[in-house]
């Protein structure tokens, strides 16, 4: 098993370019094919009761709704998550060029192309607004692409300041998947309530459960600025356009729960499209600079 590998390799790499981009781009049609006709078959075992027990559960609620309603809702999930996979081998198949702008162009029609399927289905795991929906995953790629690139930036130059960069993007891709500041917030709650603190400063206990969550944050923020002052001016311009788009990223998320919180803009699904929709623009130009920075890395 071991001695195949390489032949495979090896006859892959004598294929032409062509070819190979013709090959990824059938195999991803023929499994957009698959999933579908499997989907549907799924979903109609499903509707008529005849799956098991715990998928039969899924649809209890479906007196009166024809199984149309949800082959459709099938069909768009499926399709929203080979669009993806286009968007990821769009940029497998560019993965020897460092431009910045070809890198963010990618990410920004994927952005582009889930609007579109958010404004024509109705499936809510095509809907950006919507937690772990198919676009929301295309924005945690994007973090962990920037948390890899900076990682790898880290192993060739020994600057620790992308080490501290890279740790940013994993906590970013913590915060969006699993709520890390919100799920936080309810486990120091109950610490928050024994001392009392919360009624000193009269908010909420786990909103300041919430705040104290986020020292880690602090504390990394310390420690990129100490190993900024010590890097090369290269590290230096690379952590300014980071910084930038961080503040970016988080200057447009308080003010937009700050104009929701305060009533002016309803209703309130609309403000969150905007705001995640801002969201998967920004962390796509964090993971076009960063890829473009490994690369450049790799290549000079």
């Known amino acids: 098993m071991v001695e195949s590998r390489p032949g495979t390799a090896m006859v892959w790499r004598r294929v032409p370019r062509r070819w190979q981009v013709v090959a990824l781009f059938a195999c991803i049609v023929a499994s957009w094919g698959l999933f579908t006709l499997a989907g549907r078959a799924l979903v109609r075992l499903i509707y008529e009761g005849r799956a ?11 007196e009166g ?3 149309s309603d949800f082959y459709r809702l099938t ?19 560019t993965r020897g060029r460092r431009s910045p702008w070809l890198w963010f162009g990618i990410f920004l029609a994927g952005v582009v192309g889930f609007v579109l399927l958010d404004l024509a289905t109705d499936s ?25 690139a900076m990682y790898g930036v880290f192993k060739r130059r020994g600057e620790r300041l992308y080490l501290c960069l890279s740790l940013l993007g994993v906590m970013l891709f913590l915060d969006d998947s699993l709520q890390y500041h919100e799920m936080m917030g309810r486990v120091l709650a109950p610490i928050v309530e024994l001392t ?15 705040i104290l969550s986020l020292v880690p944050y602090g504390i990394l923020a310390l420690l990129g600025s100490w190993f900024y002052l010590r890097a090369g001016a290269q590290p230096r311009r690379d952590a300014r356009v980071v910084a930038a788009l961080i503040v970016l990223l988080f200057a447009f998320g308080v003010i937009l729960d700050f104009v929701s919180h305060i009533g002016l803009w309803t209703p309130p699904f609309q403000l969150a499209w905007i705001e995640d929709s801002a969201e998967m623009v920004i962390e796509s130009g964090l993971a076009a600079f960063g890829a473009s920075v490994l690369w450049r890395e790799s290549w000079d």
């Open 75 to 93: 069909d768009a999930t499926v399709f929203g998550m080979h669009f993806l996979l286009v968007i990821l081998a769009l940029i497998w198949l």
């Open 196 to 210: 009392g603190l919360h009624r000193v400063l009269e908010v909420e206990s786990h909103y300041l459960g919430e």
């Open 52 to 62: 098991p027990a715990f998928l039969n559960g899924l649809m209890t609620r479906n």
């Open 124 to 148: 809510v795991y095509l809907k950006i607004w919507h937690e772990h929906s198919v676009p929301e995953w295309l924005g945690y790629a994007t973090e962990l692409i920037f948390a890899w």
């Open 65 to 67: 709704q024809p199984v």
